[in-house]
């Protein structure tokens, strides 16, 4: 997901990438759905890999739900993380009280049935609408892709435990510097979503992507990659 993007930081930066337990070439057999069942066992995991590799001053780089385990991990151990970058970061998907998460209850509810119901048929007619740019449909296809790559049953757990977390409460505990990218138009993070992430958390930078769908760094990776840079200079 970050082929586009990750390499254009290799000379300047030790770039180290991994996959989630559950995804990828991760060990199955490590998944335990007591563990995972919060995003505060993904952030366990992200802390390990600090740990293990004796990394500080780290830029954590985290898209979607993974921007909330960002969060997680970096309130956790502060002394670990240099930065925050945010893409995408949705706290809550669920509208609450006044708050814009870009679902109602029902809507959300209705997801997770249909996932749990087919969801290689979900995967399929989800991703394209998640991707958006239409116009570059093999950009869909790739997600399509990955998203299949994925153990279904992993995948429904992942799905119910992301959809239904509520971490803005979690923002404001936040001390590392953050930059929070969103995309213009995205229908999984609202511009609203990103608006109510970078308010929330102290002394934060907001910048509005010139791109649309929930997956910049496959759709907008020039850009991305830019802002990032400047960030971090």
Same mark, same amino acid.
């Given at each position: 997901m970050?082929?586009?993007?990750?390499?254009?930081?290799?000379?300047?930066?030790?770039?180290? +990438?991994? %996959?989630?337990?559950?995804?990828? /070439?991760?060990?199955?057999?490590?998944?335990d759905?007591?563990?995972?069942?919060? =995003?505060?066992?993904?952030?366990?995991?992200?802390? #390990?890999?600090?740990?293990?590799?004796?990394?500080?001053?780290?830029?954590?780089v985290?898209?979607?739900?993974?921007?909330m385990?960002g969060?997680?991990?970096?309130?956790?151990?502060?002394? +670990?993380?240099?930065?925050?970058?945010?893409?995408?970061?949705?706290?809550?998907?669920?509208n609450?009280?006044?708050?814009?998460?870009?679902?109602?209850?029902?809507?959300?509810d209705?997801l997770?049935?249909?996932? %749990?119901?087919?969801?290689?048929?979900?995967?399929?007619? &989800?991703?394209?609408?998640? &991707?958006?740019?239409?116009?570059?449909? #093999?950009?869909? #296809? &790739?997600?399509t892709?990955?998203f299949? *790559?994925?153990?279904?049953?992993?995948?429904r757990?992942?799905?119910r435990?992301?959809?239904?977390?509520?971490? /803005?409460? %979690?923002?404001?505990?936040?001390?590392?510097?953050?930059?929070?990218?969103?995309?213009?138009? %995205?229908i999984?993070?609202?511009?609203?979503?990103?608006?109510?992430?970078?308010?929330?958390?102290?002394? *934060?930078?907001?910048?509005?992507?010139?791109?649309?769908?929930?997956?910049?760094? =496959?759709?907008?990776?020039?850009?991305?990659?830019?802002?990032?840079?400047?960030? =971090? +200079?």
């Amino acid at each position: 997901m970050w082929h586009a993007v990750a390499p254009r930081f290799e000379d300047e930066h030790c770039v180290v +990438r991994f %996959d989630h337990v559950g995804a990828g /070439r991760s060990d199955l057999s490590a998944y335990d759905k007591g563990k995972y069942d919060s =995003l505060h066992g993904y952030a366990d995991d992200v802390l #390990e890999i600090l740990d293990d590799l004796d990394l500080t001053d780290a830029v954590f780089v985290g898209h979607s739900v993974s921007a909330m385990i960002g969060v997680l991990a970096a309130t956790k151990n502060p002394a +670990r993380f240099g930065a925050l970058i945010l893409v995408g970061p949705s706290p809550r998907y669920i509208n609450a009280d006044g708050y814009v998460g870009g679902f109602e209850r029902a809507d959300i509810d209705a997801l997770l049935d249909s996932l %749990d119901a087919n969801y290689l048929g979900w995967s399929a007619s &989800m991703a394209p609408l998640i &991707m958006g740019n239409s116009s570059q449909p #093999e950009l869909g #296809e &790739m997600l399509t892709e990955s998203f299949c *790559s994925i153990d279904p049953t992993i995948a429904r757990h992942f799905a119910r435990v992301t959809f239904l977390s509520d971490n /803005r409460h %979690d923002l404001p505990l936040v001390t590392t510097p953050t930059l929070v990218l969103q995309s213009q138009q %995205d229908i999984i993070a609202p511009l609203e979503v990103g608006q109510f992430v970078h308010e929330s958390i102290p002394g *934060s930078v907001l910048v509005v992507l010139d791109a649309t769908g929930h997956c910049p760094n =496959l759709s907008a990776p020039d850009e991305l990659t830019a802002e990032i840079q400047a960030f =971090l +200079r």
